[in-house]
C-alpha cells in the first residue's frame, strides 16, 4: 500500500471511530488530520513521515524528548518483572522507590505519596483529602473550596468544581459544587500592572478568609504559573503571600504542580521559586518524563495524621484506582528523574530561558503581541487587535488556532490557548532546537497578524 493510501485509511478510521478530547469534531472532520506516527527527540514524525518540532512539549508533559533509550530501557527491564499489580493491601518495588523520591525532591513537609494516573485524578484526590481532613479532625464545617478566577485543574466533576473557565466549565455547574472564586493576578489586564493585580488577589482572600474561613477546607492554586489561562505569571511574592494567608487562618493549600513541575518553570517545582511549602501538592504530567500517565498526590504529615486511626474510628480514607501505583509508570519516572538529575536539566533551564527571551525580545514591539510571557520554559504570548488599548482579539477571530497552523506547515507543533499562543518545548531540547522553535514561532505569529 502507498504512503497515501495508508494515510487516507487511517483518515477514514480516525473520522469513523474517534472522538478526539477538546474537539469540535465537525470542524476537525472537514480538516485533514495530523496522524503521528513516531517520535525521535524534540521530533514527532507524522504517518507521511513529515518531520514537526513537539513544540508544546505534547501538552505540557514532555521532558526528554521522544524514544529516549534510557526510559524505554526502564519501561522493558520492568515489563520482564511485572506490569501491574495493586498498591490496595499491598506494595510494589518501583512504587516504594519513586514515593521515596518524591518526597525528597518536593518541598520541605511533604512525606506521603498518594498515586493516581492523570493530573484531574491528582486533584480529585488532594480535594477529597482536604475535606476528609477537617471531618476526621471533627471540624466538618470546612468544607468549600477557594480558586482562582479562570483556574483549570482538570476535567473531572471535583476538578471542574474548583475550575473557573467559563468556555469550559459553565455547562456543568448544576452538576458541580460551588466554590469561592477570587482574582487571579492577571498583570496585563490589570490598571496598576503588577502590584495592584497582586493586591487585588490578596485582598480579596483576606476578606473571605477573615469573614469564612471556618467553612472552607483548602484554597487550590496553580502556583506561579497559571496555565491553560493563557500562560499567566503571577507577580513576584504573590505565591507566598497567598500561602502566609492561607496558614494564619487554617486554610489548607493545594498547590497543583501538574503543569509547573518537574523543571519547567526554572525550579524543580513552581513552590520553589518562593519557598512554599503546600499541605498538599499534585503532580502529573512530566512526572514520567512525559512518557505513561501516572500522577501523585503528596500530603504532608499533619495531613496524614488526621487519617491515621483504628479501622473503627472510621478515618481511612476509601478512594483508589485500579491502576495506582503502576509499576511500569513507577519504574520510568524512576528513570526520569534520575535522568534529569544526571544531565543537571532544572540547573539548564535558565540558559534555555534566557537564550528563547533574547530570540523573543523583538515580538514585544510587533503590532500585535500583546504580551510575551515566560517563566522558565513556558511561554505565552498574548496576541491582541489593538496593542495601545490592549483589545481583545474577538474569539471568532481564531487567531491562536491560526497561528498555530501556521506554525504546523512551519514544522512545529503546538496548541493555543485562545489568542495566546503557547511555546513550551522539552526541556531536552538543545540550543539549536530552542533557536529553530523560536524563529518558526516568530513566522508564524508575522505570517498571521
Ligand atoms: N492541573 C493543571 C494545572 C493542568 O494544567 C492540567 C492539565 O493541563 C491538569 C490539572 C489536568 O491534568 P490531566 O490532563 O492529566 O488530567
Redesign the pocket.
Known sequence: MSVTSIYERLADMNKAYLWHPFTQMKEYNNSDPLIIERGEGVMLYDIQGRAYYDGFSS???NVHGHNVPELNLAITDQLGRVAHSTLLGMANVPAIELAEKLVQITPEGLTKVFYSD??????EIALKMAFQYWYNRGRRGKKTFITMNQ??????IG?VSVGAIPLYHATFSPMLFSSHVIPYPYAYRQDGGAKSASEATLAALRNLLEEQADQIAALIV?PIV???SGIVVMPQGCLREIAALCRRHEVLLIA?????GFGRTGAMFACDLEGVSPDLM?V??GLTGGYL?V?ATLATDEVYDAFYADYGEQKTFFHGHSFTGNPLGCAVALASLKLMEERRMVQGVSTQASLVAKKLETLADWKHVGEVRQQGLMIGIELVQDKASRKAYDWTDRMGVRTSLRARELGMLTRPLGNVVVFIPPLASTEAELAAMTDILAKAIWDVT
Open positions: 501538552v505540557w508533559l492523570s493530573g484531574a485524578t491528582g486533584v483556574a483549570y485543574h482538570g476535567d473531572t476538578a496553580e497559571q496555565g491553560a497543583d504542580e501538574v503543569a509547573t499534585v502529573g504530567k500517565p500522577a
